[in-house]
């Protein structure tokens, strides 16, 4: 669960359809794929249940820290080593490492080359997710913002001085990046500037997330056939998701017949009040109830203040209905102001609702043209068999310099 698992399990299905021998090494397995590796007993089971805690102890030091994740990644994976080494793959393809799945020592355990995604900042910096304005990641880190720490050397140092001797001595360790902005970043940074660095973004399922009848979707989840709807989806507990700006925008709609419809997790539905109504459709797990719910909407806001290549955005415009958001990270890989969403001043809340007024204000005609260049652009970028054949070249041209 989540978004970096996701945009990893789609690729993994990717490349068996391109005739690779990918297995899936995880955590925690939900579903019944016999090509996913999870745990193979209850104690195991148990014991992944807790590492995630167990890793997060070193934050207990830190008690006015801000509650944003950060991972020390500090517990032994013997467990995770040793199933690899059965495995015996030609190439580990790391994704989201984090939650006490892999510690950082152990990557010099894994003797055949990495290939690294990454799907947020942590691989370079001192522990957080989501680095925000914070450029130490750029020479060292310390006196973290996020543990709310004023010592030059704290948590974030050790975490941080931990990678740079592991990364350092690395010979086999290639990066790619999903985003434009995630390879600048990467590049930029002093753990791994010195990495190969690749960009190749998430791929998507298109024969699934596809263009489907708006009424039929709206008649199927019983949505309303008269209004326009704007679609978002919903977690109040992550600052990042930007809901509170997504609240200002829609309040300053001058739209009419308009509905709000919100999806994901809702801890209080009583926690923002929009001036439109709202429904709280709770959360989807399957890519099918996913699809109509893209197809029923006119557009989706999509208001985070940091993004890397957003699932939300890729599916939405898979399925032809454009997207509004702010223009910062992988954002602009996907969207094309004016041409199939709009691209917002970042944290502009203001021109966010401009955004959603002028798609919404398009002609029946030159809104169809826009939902066809959502369609074509996924098509072309970022369609699963465009995306696995990239990362099918990259492993080839990898093993074959190492054969040289």
């Known amino acids: 669960s989540g978004g970096a698992a996701r945009a990893a399990y789609r690729l993994h299905k990717a490349l068996i359809n391109e005739g690779i021998d990918s297995k899936m090494l995880v955590q925690y397995k939900e579903s019944n794929d016999f090509t996913v590796i999870g745990p193979s007993n209850k104690f195991e089971k148990f014991i992944n249940l807790l590492r995630p805690t167990l890793d997060q102890l070193p934050l207990l030091f830190y008690r006015n820290r801000k509650q944003l994740l950060f991972s020390p990644s500090y517990i032994p994976s013997k467990r995770i080593i040793k199933k690899v080494k059965e495995i015996n793959p030609d190439i580990v393809h790391l994704h989201w490492v984090t939650g006490g799945f892999l510690k950082i020592e152990d990557?010099?355990?894994?003797?055949k080359p990495?290939?690294?995604?990454?799907?947020?900042?942590?691989?370079?910096?001192?522990?957080?997710?989501?680095?925000?304005?914070?450029?130490?990641?750029?020479?060292?880190?310390?006196?973290?913002?996020?543990?709310?720490?004023?010592?030059?050397?704290?948590?974030?140092?050790?975490?941080?001085?931990?990678?740079?001797?592991?990364?350092?001595?690395?010979?086999?360790?290639?990066?790619v990046c999903p985003s434009r902005w995630m390879l600048n970043c990467s590049k930029g940074s002093y753990l791994l500037r010195d990495k190969p660095h690749f960009y190749i973004p998430n791929p998507i399922d298109t024969s699934i997330f596809k263009p489907f009848d708006k009424f039929k979707s709206r008649e199927i989840l019983n949505l309303p056939f008269d209004k326009k709807i704007i679609l978002c989806g919903a977690f109040y507990a992550d600052e990042n998701k930007g809901f509170y700006l997504l609240n200002e925008a829609i309040n300053n709609l001058k739209l009419n017949n308009i509905e709000i419809c919100l999806f994901g997790i809702i801890n209080d539905k009583n926690y923002y009040t929009f001036k439109y109504q709202t429904r709280y459709l709770g959360t989807f797990k399957d890519d099918f109830s996913l699809v109509l719910l893209y197809n029923a909407a006119d557009l989706v806001v999509v208001p985070s203040k940091q993004e890397n290549l957003s699932n939300t955005i890729m599916e939405s415009l898979s399925c032809g209905t454009p997207v509004v958001a702010f223009d910062i990270g992988g954002n602009s890989d996907m969207i094309e102001h004016k041409l199939n969403g709009y691209l917002a001043k970042p944290f502009n809340t203001i021109d966010l609702a401009q955004g959603i007024e002028w798609i919404l204000s398009l002609d029946e005609s030159k809104y169809r043209d826009m939902q066809k260049n959502a369609r074509q652009k996924v098509l072309r970028e970022f369609d699963a068999k465009v995306v696995a054949k990239k990362y099918v070249k990259l492993y080839e041209e990898i093993l074959n310099s190492k054969k040289g």
């Open 107 to 111: 990557f010099l355990k894994i003797k």
């Open 114 to 175: 990495i290939l690294w995604t990454l799907h947020d900042n942590w691989a370079f910096t001192g522990g957080c997710h989501i680095m925000w304005d914070c450029m130490k990641y750029k020479d060292v880190c310390g006196s973290c913002h996020i543990l709310n720490s004023r010592m030059s050397y704290d948590l974030s140092t050790w975490v941080w001085k931990r990678k740079q001797k592991t990364f350092s001595i690395m010979e086999n360790l290639y990066i």
